[in-house]
């Protein structure tokens, strides 16, 4: 059974970094592509940023870009988010996901494997 684990959350203030990490528990993920998605207090879960299979290609929501900078290390099965300038609004928990398809989207129907979920908080 394929495991994903996060952490790094915590509470920073505002203009702040946190960095994520997702450990995968088997190999196989090296194969294909990984995601970062947030869910905010009350609101669906969306879609922040992925990673192709090579880190060739990657993707980001309006929202994060230039901010937030996603990352993977396919030795370690693990990948990572770098968050700078956090904002309040970034306030949310944060998914880890995979899919082996190398799919980059942002629709979450297409990640078979989702992490257990770790808090970000960002204060003003």
């Known amino acids: 059974q394929v495991q994903l684990v996060e952490s790094g959350g915590g509470l920073v203030q505002a203009g702040g970094s946190l960095r994520l990490s997702c450990a995968a528990s088997i190999r196989t993920f090296s194969s294909g592509a990984m995601g970062w998605f947030r869910q905010p207090p009350g609101r669906e879960r969306e879609f922040v940023t992925a990673?192709?299979?090579?880190?060739?290609?990657?993707n980001y929501a309006d929202s994060v870009k230039g901010r937030f900078t996603i990352s993977r290390d396919n030795a370690k099965n693990t990948v990572y988010l770098q968050m700078n300038s956090l904002k309040p609004e970034d306030t949310a928990v944060y998914y880890c996901a995979a899919n082996p398809s190398n799919y980059i989207g942002a629709s979450p129907n297409w990640y078979n494997y989702w992490g257990q979920g770790t808090q970000v908080t960002v204060s003003s």
């Open positions: 990673i192709s299979r090579s880190s060739g290609s990657t």
